[in-house]
């Protein structure tokens, strides 16, 4: 039993401690207490107090990828923002002028089309209405919707330019995109052209690979034939000679060519059939089939090796035997007739067999079906096959097949009516008409269907069809001409600064692209690739859109020649109206005469109708935000760093890329950050309709934006982020575990003085351990925040507020903190760490944690204009490293966890109450762990009232721990009485005659403050 004063009640003397003092409440309160931060910045506008402070510093531009300003933000755009804060943030507090412009995308379809839902609500029709006037309430929409999503990203805690943000279709922006195209058309790299684009029937308008999504989609499948109508050698198995060429057969006059296809409505603009010299082909003969096929007993199949069983089992064969190889050279020379030959007169031409380096082998037939109004790859090799097919009398006019409302046209003879897809996306007929034509005539040899990934358009979830129709271009692979002039001085096509000069012989925009993403540092580094490959294999950039929304395509044709004009003054007076009335103006009556001026006749040219794709607005934004220094004078051309989600690589990085090379000759960044999507908890895509989507306004008024804030910087960015209630309330235990650290240092500060701060040179080694463990944060830290690595950044700091500080530190320190002399260098000491810890914690979170901190720092700091986003990181002296130090603590912290083990069983066996009543024995026989504790009170650092150190062998009952060899304890009671104020169990406590039920250390306390008149 412990040895305890008896006879009258001990004296209280909780009034005599040091305890923490603070207002700062233990409860966050985030939701009701944030919006009182955001007021208190915005009347202070720390924005601009920032810029002021940071006038002088270098520049870092993190440039603002405009959110579409349509609906409320989404927890994607959350993330965004969030990310694109931290960097700012860090990066100001880093030492730079870190300006943040926020802006918004307001032109194109998604706006237009909820114009259009309005319009149809009222029964109204889009085509009646002017289009200026249709304009100006698309314009209307979007500015209502970019005020709304203003006030939902500052709730976030977002700090930038508000008042003055960059929208795409204010008037000068609209002028400088208008500069831009005419910049690539006078620098011939704009053309009009017919290629298949992928085009949407529901939207009635031409698509980018960037408004593409790919989702399931069911199509139909058939295997049709095309017979061979002209006389071909072919090598007989049975009879080869020395050449291997063997007897020359006439054999295909009777087979046919097969070919694979998802888009059976695509066979009426067939016009060759493509195979590839790499690929092994031989004749096949079906030998045995019910009598119900379509493919027949006796019929002659031309077929990829490796395919044939595949084809054969679609086609239901159950016999059918090889009968002789076919050779490219003999391929070359087939011609089939069209499938649908008879169908009224319009397929009576031959198909031609062309050898293409596209086809494989590893699906369908070894042929591919070749419509090249409805492919790119058909396309491609069809216009490359121009002189051959010319030398066989093959037409080479490609037919406009499938009208822009999903219609057959009259160039699809037989098909009136039909439709391939209708206004909602949703299949028509085409497929089905096509195959009954096909199987009337004895074209069909299986068919079937096929679930996989198909282009979707990214607003209308529908899936669209490539078609071939008239659309504006940019080379990718042409030499670039003359280099026009930029506005802001410097020609078109000049080298980035500290860039060599580009080889005219190579100055094609692709190339350009290719050394600019080379030049380009990328966080993770793989979307180095992932962009190089995207660029590297693209078809030339389309930019025309046909609709009305949107800055258009400011070029006049002239009608006789096809060429553009190219005149500075016609640009300049396009240019000039644009800035005054808006894109408008080239809408209003008479604009062509005005533009034009006196010398030309309107009636010679066509006025382009068309608008831009709106990623070309985007890819803009570096011309007329990043060098417009009136307007913004903090930013600085190339950006520092575009930041983006990953879809971005083929977006808004991508566009700018290609139009910043096209005007520029170089990337407009310096750097890409590329983050992943949000995911629900289980890891699957959110969607409304599993019912899986996290709303960040729903998390804000439930748990504050903090909350929001620290899940996005303890996530792996570069991944896919999760997030869902488990998630979420696992980020608010760990906010709540470092809001009680920093409320605990708050309180215990609060008795620091400046003039008892103590040098670090007469600091108690443990002092001088946490200092040390702040000069190593202070690199780690900075250098995380360096790298962009903010999931770093709150490891480091949460492990080392919770294990090293809250769990080690502070547990130690509590006693003389609260029970030390006043005199006390030990007490002063640690006040000088605390100190420092609040300086180097409340920076290094501040980017994080933007509310929470500022409460923190006002609450110790309230005068007027103070906050802790007008520090910079502290200086944290490099004198305050210490590895030595360090490993010996490693060695005292490997003792005490042994001794906290065992007490720790104590504890829950109920034998103690409290680590203060216990007085271990410790047993340790490696004189590693003698010589750390040698000089130092380890009842102390184990807070126990008393200790024992052997250099013995222990009993075998003393506990011990694997991984601390050498060490063991036997837990034993503490001897003497409990001090009254300090509640150490020590023999001393009753030999101080003035305060006989305390320690020696707490009666000269005592006396300290009675002297102080305490």
């Not at 109204?124 to 005020?147: G, H, I, L, S, Y």
């Not at 590297?536 to 006789?560: M, N």
């Amino acid at each position: 039993m412990t040895d305890t004063a008896t006879g009258a009640a001990e004296t209280d003397y909780s009034a005599t401690l040091f305890l923490p003092e603070t207002n700062f409440p233990m409860r966050a309160g985030l939701p009701d207490r944030e919006p009182g931060w955001l007021k208190r910045w915005e009347d202070m506008d720390i924005y601009a107090m920032q810029r002021e402070q940071a006038k002088d510093r270098p520049l870092f531009t993190l440039h603002d990828g405009p959110p579409y300003a349509n609906g409320n933000i989404h927890i994607g755009h959350a993330l965004n923002k969030t990310l694109k804060d931290l960097v700012s943030r860090s990066m100001q507090m880093l030492g730079f002028n870190a300006a943040y412009v926020p802006g918004w995308d307001c032109h194109g379809l998604p706006i237009e089309w909820k114009i259009e839902e309005q319009y149809r609500a009222k029964g109204k029709d889009k085509n009646e209405v002017p289009v200026v006037e249709f304009r100006q309430e698309c314009r209307t929409f979007a500015e209502q919707w970019v005020d709304i999503q203003r006030e939902e990203f500052k709730r976030l805690g977002v700090l930038g330019e508000w008042d003055n943000p960059y929208l795409t279709m204010s008037f000068d922006a609209e002028a400088q995109i208008a500069r831009e195209l005419m910049k690539v058309a006078t620098s011939g790299q704009l053309y009009r052209g017919s290629k298949p684009v992928m085009w949407s029937v529901v939207e009635r308008t031409a698509l980018a690979e960037a408004e593409i999504e790919y989702a399931d989609y069911e199509s139909d499948t058939i295997w049709v034939k095309f017979p061979v109508v002209t006389k071909s050698p072919i090598v007989d198995m049975s009879s080869q000679d020395k050449s291997g060429r063997g007897e020359q057969d006439f054999k295909l006059r009777d087979a046919s060519v097969v070919i694979w296809t998802t888009t059976p409505w695509t066979i009426p603009a067939n016009r060759a059939i493509s195979f590839s010299s790499r690929v092994e082909y031989s004749l096949y003969e079906v030998t045995e089939a019910p009598a119900e096929n379509w493919a027949k007993v006796g019929e002659k199949y031309i077929l990829a090796d490796r395919l044939a069983a595949d084809v054969f089992a679609k086609a239901k064969v159950t016999g059918f035997e090889k009968r002789a190889a076919v050779s490219a050279v003999e391929l070359s020379a087939i011609t089939c007739a069209h499938p649908l030959r008879g169908l009224g007169d319009g397929y009576n031409f031959d198909v031609p067999l062309l050898d293409g380096e596209h086809v494989t082998d590893d699906a369908g037939t070894g042929f591919v079906h070749t419509a090249p109004g409805h492919g790119l790859d058909d396309f491609e090799i069809w216009m490359n096959s121009g002189r051959l097919l010319a030398e066989r009398g093959i037409d080479t006019a490609i037919p406009y097949v499938v009208g822009d409302d999903g219609f057959y046209t009259s160039e699809a003879p037989g098909f009136d009516g039909a439709r391939v897809l209708d206004d909602n996306g949703k299949k028509g007929d085409a497929n089905q008409r096509v195959i009954t034509a096909l199987a009337e005539r004895n074209a069909m040899v299986a068919r079937g269907r096929v679930k996989h990934q198909y282009p979707h358009s990214w607003r209308s979830k529908k899936p669209v069809i490539f078609r071939n129709t008239p659309q504006w271009f940019v080379y990718m692979d042409r030499p670039i001409s003359a280099a026009g002039t930029s506005p802001f001085g410097g020609e078109v096509g000049a080298s980035a600064p500290g860039e060599g000069a580009l080889s005219s012989a190579a100055d094609t925009l692709r190339h350009r692209a290719l050394a600019a993403i080379d030049a380009t540092k990328f966080y993770p580094p793989g979307g180095q690739n992932r962009l190089r490959a995207m660029i590297a294999d693209r078809p030339d950039w389309v930019l025309s859109r046909q609709r009305a929304w949107g800055v258009p395509i400011t070029v006049f044709v002239d009608k006789k020649t096809n060429e553009i004009l190219k005149d500075e003054q016609v640009n300049h007076r396009i240019a000039q109206s644009f800035e005054e009335e808006g894109a408008d103006a080239w809408y209003k009556p008479g604009a062509a005469a005005r533009y034009l001026g006196d010398g030309r006749n309107p009636d010679d040219y066509e006025m382009v109708t068309d608008v831009l794709d709106v990623w070309f607005d985007s890819g803009t934004t570096h011309s007329w935000v990043l060098r417009n220094k009136q307007k913004w004078p903090h930013l600085k051309f190339p950006a520092s760093m575009y930041l983006e989600g990953s879809d971005q690589h083929r977006g808004w990085f991508h566009s700018s890329l290609l139009e910043s090379c096209a005007t520029n000759g170089f990337a407009p960044y310096d750097s890409v950050l590329t983050h992943g999507f949000t995911m629900d908890g289980e890891g699957r895509k959110m969607s409304k309709s599993l019912g899986n989507t996290v709303a960040p306004q729903d998390v804000i008024k439930q748990y504050g934006a903090d909350i929001l804030r620290l899940w996005v910087a303890s996530s792996d960015y570069s991944e896919d982020l999760r997030l869902g209630k488990e998630i979420i309330q696992t980020t608010v235990d760990s906010y709540r575990k470092l809001r009680n650290t920093l409320r605990w240092l708050l309180g215990n500060i609060a008795h620091y003085q400046p003039a008892d701060e103590v040098r670090f040179a007469d600091m108690p080694e443990l002092e001088q351990l946490i200092l040390h463990r702040l000069a190593q944060l202070d690199e780690q830290v900075r250098g995380a925040y360096k790298e962009y690595d903010y999931r770093k950044v709150v490891t480091l700091l949460t492990n080392f507020m919770n294990i090293e500080l809250s769990a080690f530190y502070f547990d130690i320190r509590k006693d003389a903190l609260y029970c030390d002399p006043i005199s006390s260098l030990r007490r002063k000491a640690a006040l000088t760490v605390l100190h420092h810890l609040f300086d180097c914690l409340t920076a290094w979170l501040a980017p994080i944690l933007v509310f929470t901190m500022e409460e923190v720092w006002l609450e110790r700091h309230p005068e007027a204009g103070s906050s802790v986003h007008l520090r910079l990181f502290p200086e944290v002296p490099r004198d305050w490293l210490n590895d030595e130090l360090a490993s010996k603590w490693t060695l005292i912290r490997a003792v005490r966890r042994v001794v906290t083990g065992a007490l720790e069983i104590e504890r829950r066996e109920k034998r103690i109450g409290s680590s203060l009543e216990a007085a271990p024995k410790v047993f340790i026989t490696d004189e590693r762990y003698l010589t750390a504790l040698a000089g130092e009170d380890l009842a102390e650092i184990a807070i126990t009232s008393a200790i024992e150190i052997g250099n013995a062998d222990a009993p075998p009952e003393a506990f011990t721990l694997d991984d601390v060899p050498g060490v063991a304890v036997l837990p034993a009671l503490a001897r003497g009485q409990r001090c009254a104020r300090s509640w150490k169990i020590l023999p001393e406590v009753g030999s101080d005659a003035d305060y006989p039920d305390v320690s020696l250390r707490d009666a000269q306390a005592l006396r300290e403050r009675a002297a102080a008149g305490l």
